[in-house]
């Protein structure tokens, strides 16, 4: 299976975010677990359908990874993980907690 | 300029209250997201990439500085301080939160905008002709019968659900400024052997998976019969417009299948029902719309005015300024200036809430206080003293809006595209960005000439690819961004749909592909022909093997 994350955009703000530990979003992708294999993806998932339900999030769904540091595969959700790639003065990309990340 | 009457304050507030409790009820979670959707699409809010955006409607592209003003607000407030203007005349923002929309909507009602039906299956903001009311060239201004469509449309109980969106446009021109044959509906006005204005009425017209050229299935419509036509085409529509198949539900599709002709008899029967009756337009109702169009209150001037000529002989950058930023106005000693929201390096479209602010001014200073929206994504001050052009140019210099560019190679039509919107395949600002780098040199610019390239970064065409003299189409292929391009579309009066060159190219060879188009062009042009007249007598051929062949 490719390992993937649970992602995702907050309710409240429409913010991209990852599923972490215990249930909890993170608007940080190194922060998000990673479901390595089909029945841990599914568990995961489960989590989020639940944390939809109250609200938290919308539009969940697997978003595959790869390598150490956990990088989106495809050029959409590399854009999401981290802003216009027209202006990095805005997103996440252009917050501090990204370059300390990065 | 159109003003609210009592009923339109009173739909506007109420919408907006009633969205404010939608939005509560959704974070309470008393509302679902599926309940929830089709209401906040209903007030012009999707969720993007990154954050909601926000499509907010400037009917007819018309707006007046106040407006303007608190659209700057609004980018400052709310957003982070810009806002994207959009190929149907529009303004959206991109960086939302869901709790903040309800106080955004009754910032906006206070200066009479909206963005109700911005989104949905109904009928959408109406857009026209951005030199409505100044051109020498037009019949009637056409805001007088899109601000009636728009009174008819918003809200109309019976199209508020129809098969899919529903794009009208209007011009009163001759020469075709709105892409009207690229519209659901498109109104054209005529004048008949009596001499009497009415309208050339065009349907199934249409960019997207499907791009079609409209029809004409009326060549001339009495005024007093606008509103009952519309209506029976848009019945006919409503029963027999495909619901089931998402990519079939356009009219263009339904005019395809049963035929233009039929599809008119349709349409003929169903207004025998109607006209005369209800709809009909008195000529006091035209009257009292237009009477909020009325020319302002323009000085009487002498046509040529020395100080201007003076200036365009001793300065260079603002000669070439005027030769392709301003426009004819039809009254003497005045000019309509372009401004280009196409700067080198920048996102199309894109306007800062401190330029917003600066054109705000100057409408108010030199425009009467009135400016426009164009669908080719910049904006325009619509009456300006000759006397004054020069001192509007220094004030849109200083504030990086005096690209000296509008309808050369680099006024580029582009969409959002992956950089913001959720149906994306592929990027469309960088490329833009990039065309505009390639060709900066003015002089290179010039020997091009009229040269429009349309970028969309999928098939929705929101960057209208179809109709550029070269269009590119951002595709995905295998997670990778690759570019089809299309030559020889034209969105005017003699519109048609562009030609696929050949298999797609990768995205770091898509702008020397643009390149290679245009030095095949300039090899092959005869005696001052366009790029399009070129293209149109020798076809697909020499382009493609110049980008094929000889690689
Ligand atoms: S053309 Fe496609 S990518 Fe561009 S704005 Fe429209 S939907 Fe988005």
Not at chain 2, 5 to 11: E, S
Not at chain 2, 214 to 230: E, G, N, W
Not at chain 2, 408 to 432: E, F, K
């Amino acid at each position: 299976m490719t390992r993937q994350v649970i992602t995702a955009n907050r309710l409240r703000d429409g913010d991209v975010v990852y599923l972490a530990e215990n249930g909890r979003w993170t608007p940080w992708l190194d922060e998000a677990s990673v479901a390595e294999t089909a029945a841990e993806a599914e568990a995961f998932m489960k989590i989020a359908e639940e944390s939809e339900a109250a609200c938290d999030v919308i539009g969940i769904y697997g978003m595959p990874v790869e390598g150490e540091r956990l990088e989106p595969v495809s050029t959409r959700e590399r854009i999401r993980a981290k802003g216009p790639t027209t202006r990095t003065d805005l997103g996440k990309q252009a917050e501090p907690d990204f370059a300390k990340r990065a | 300029m159109y003003q609210y009457d009592a009923y339109d304050h009173r739909l506007v507030r109420e919408r907006v209250a009633q969205f404010r409790g939608q939005v509560v009820r959704r974070l309470k979670g008393d509302l679902t997201e599926e309940e929830f959707r089709p209401l906040r699409l209903m007030n012009g809010l999707y969720l993007q990439l990154h954050a909601y955006m926000l499509r907010v409607a400037v009917p007819y592209g018309t707006l007046s500085s106040e407006q303007l003003r608190m659209l700057a607000r609004i980018a400052r407030k709310y957003d982070k301080g810009y806002g994207h203007f959009t190929t149907r005349q529009n303004i959206q923002y991109n960086w939302l939160n869901l709790e903040d929309v309800p106080d955004l909507l009754a910032d906006l009602a206070s200066v009479e905008m909206h963005a109700i039906q911005t989104s949905g299956n109904c009928i959408r903001n109406v857009t026209a002709d951005q030199y409505a009311g100044v051109s020498a060239d037009e019949i009637e201004d056409p805001r007088i019968y899109a601000e009636i469509i728009r009174q008819w449309s918003t809200l109309h109980p019976e199209f508020s659900f129809l098969p899919r969106k529903f794009k009208i446009a209007v011009t009163g021109a001759p020469k075709d400024r709105a892409a009207v044959r690229v519209h659901d509906i498109g109104l054209q006005m005529r004048r008949n052997e009596k001499g009497e204005a009415g309208f050339e009425v065009l349907v199934g017209g249409g960019l997207g998976r499907t791009p079609i050229i409209a029809k004409t299935i009326r060549p001339f419509l009495p005024k007093r019969d606008l509103l009952s036509y519309l209506e029976a085409i848009l019945r006919v529509y409503n029963q027999l417009g495909r619901r089931d198949n998402l990519h079939k539900a356009r009219i263009k599709i339904l005019v395809q299948s049963v035929g233009a002709e039929r599809f008119t008899e349709m349409v003929e029967a169903e207004w025998q029902h109607l006209r005369d009756g209800a709809l009909e337009l008195p000529a006091e109702t035209i009257a009292h719309i237009r009477a909020f169009f009325a020319a302002p209150a323009y000085e009487t001037l002498e046509a040529k005015v020395p100080a201007f000529e003076a200036k365009r002989f001793e300065d260079r950058v603002f000669s070439e300024w005027c030769r392709t930023n301003l426009a004819p106005h039809k009254v003497p000693g005045y000019a309509i200036v372009n401004i280009s929201l196409k700067a080198t390096g920048e996102a199309p479209g894109d306007a800062s809430a401190e330029q917003m602010e600066t054109v705000a001014d100057l409408a108010e200073r030199h425009s009467f206080g009135e400016l426009r929206v164009t669908h080719a994504q910049n904006l325009v001050l619509p009456h300006v003293k000759l006397a004054d052009v020069f001192a509007v140019w220094q004030a849109l210099a200083a504030a990086g809006l005096a690209s000296a560019n509008i309808g050369l190679i680099t006024d580029t039509i582009t969409c959002p595209g992956l950089d913001y919107c959720n149906l994306a395949n592929a990027r469309s600002i960088p490329v833009a960005q990039q065309i505009s780098e390639r060709f900066e040199a003015l002089e290179r610019q010039h020997d091009i000439g009229d040269l429009k390239i349309k970028i969309s970064g999928c098939i929705n065409a929101c960057g209208h690819h179809h109709v550029g003299h070269i269009g590119l189409l951002g595709v995905d292929k295998k997670g990778e961004e690759f570019y089809q391009i299309t030559l020889g579309g034209d969105a005017e009066e003699k519109a048609s749909i562009g030609d696929i060159v050949g298999p797609a190219f990768a995205r770091e060879k898509a702008v020397d592909a643009v390149e290679t188009i245009v030095e095949t062009y300039l090899a092959r042009r005869q005696n001052g022909e366009r790029f399009l007249d070129t293209y149109r007598r020798l076809g697909l051929a020499p382009f493609k093997e110049q980008l094929y062949d000889a690689r």
